[in-house]
Structure formats: C-alpha cells, structure tokens
C-alpha cells in the first residue's frame, strides 16, 4: 500500500559500481556514501513551426518536445578512495611495504639543504641513526640532520658543526613498519563509468525511495581545495546512457509496504 505525502524532502547515501578498465567489467557495487546532491536532470528540445501565413501568421502549425540526453549531478561529502579517484581523473593502485630494518646500510649524501629519499617510508624514529663510513662518529638528529618520517626521507644541515660533507657514503641503521594503503595516479582517465544507485527516503512521510542509475558517464567538474577552510564537496556530472538490454537509463522506485 502506498500514499500520497504532500511534499517531498529526501534524505539517503549513494553507491557506485565503478566499471574497471582493465578487467572490463563492473567492479562490484561499493559502501553507501554520504552526498550532499544527487540530481537527476531530464532534457529536452522544443521544436516549433510557425505559421508565415497572413492570416495567422506567427501562430504554431505544430510543434513537439523531443527528448535529449539527461543530466546527473552528485555532490559527494564522503572521501572513500574510488570517490577521490573519481575527483582526480585518477586509476587506485596499491601502496604497499613490508615492514624491515637497515642494518648499516650504506647511504650516499648525494647533497645538503635538500630532501633525500631513504628508499621506504614510514621509518620508526626508535634506533634510527647515521654513522660515518668508519662508525666513529653518530650525527645527531636535530642537528646534523632531520626526518620526514611518514615519507621516508632525510634532509642533513650544511650549516651544523661536524655535518658530513656532500657525496659523502653513511652508515644508515633503523626499522621501518608495513605500509598497507593505496595511491592516486591522476590525470590517467578522463570519465568514470559507473552504475549509481540512491537508497533514502521522504522524511516527510519516511516512505522509501529507491533510485538505480543503469549508466552514467562521469567526470570531475571542479578544483579540490586541499587548504580550503570549509569542507570540500566531490562533485560528479554527466551523462545517463541507455545501455544494451535496457529500454531507459534509470529507474526510480517508491516500494510501499504491503498490508
């Protein structure tokens, strides 16, 4: 049984089911995200004769609304991975590293005054140190040198007494943890093919709405302030696509509950 609310104000989360390029099919339908948008724009084309007879001149003979593609909006709240991917026009790879130690490893100062990689990340400041080639002499961090430790690098002062000399070859001994995460590479796509789907509600009324996007063709439509001072929304926008199989590039859905 259904009825009728007398206004609508939804409320709900959106998940996506990213097409994978690699693989060529859809990758499996993710987590509900939060979204501050999600707007479905239908389109049209009014086409119109007009009449150039004197006696009803400038009057329609005919005319006709022909149907164009429509329009999705998503404005998304939620940071997930395949959303900031999305954002970027970027493919999610793994970034990963087994956890182990540098046991006097040699290190070639290759310059001062600049950031060096050590070669992992996510270095354990515990029992970290550099030695001169002989191990006579330990650099003090903070003087001699100091460490980015969640990227893994090491920038040594030209201006601290005793600071080894540039192309010099150190002793390197620490550990450093596991790294399990993933990484953006940017730029690499430039749409996202997706299947969309709404799960919410009138809250007016709390009746369900349910609203399946079969295809859409998406891709970024602005900047992402990493220093903004506010929250900073995703935003989605494209195309829906009729794909094969289907006879409409979405459905939208009012289940009530049966009595």
Known sequence: MTTTARAILAGGLVSFNIWDTVALAY?????????????????????????????DYGQARASVVLPKPTEITIELSAASVQVLAMQFQGIVQSLTQS???????????TALDVWLPLGKRNIAEAGFEFTNAGNTVTY???????VNWLRGEVRFKST????????????????????????????????VRTQVFFDG????????????VWEAVLGSSNG?????????????????VTPPGKTEPYEI??????T
Do not use: C, W
């Open 27 to 55: 990758a499996g339908k993710g987590d509900p995200l939060d979204a501050d948008k999600f707007e479905i724009k239908p389109n049209s084309e009014e086409k119109t004769s007009e009449s150039r007879s004197h006696k």
């Open 99 to 109: 956890s182990g130690a540098f046991a006097a490893q040699d290190f070639t100062l």
């Open 140 to 146: 003090a961090l903070g003087t001699h040198y100091e």
């Open 160 to 191: 601290a007494a005793g600071a080894p000399a540039a192309a010099a070859v150190l002793k390197l001994t620490g550990t450093y943890g596991a790294v399990d995460g993933k990484k953006i590479l940017g730029g690499r796509v430039t749409q």
């Open 201 to 212: 509600q009138n809250m007016v009324d709390s009746s369900p709405l349910e609203v399946d």
């Open 224 to 240: 992402f302030d990493f220093l903004g001072s506010d929250f900073t929304p995703i935003t989605l926008s494209g195309k829906l």
């Open 253 to 258: 859905r009012t289940p009530g509950a049966s």
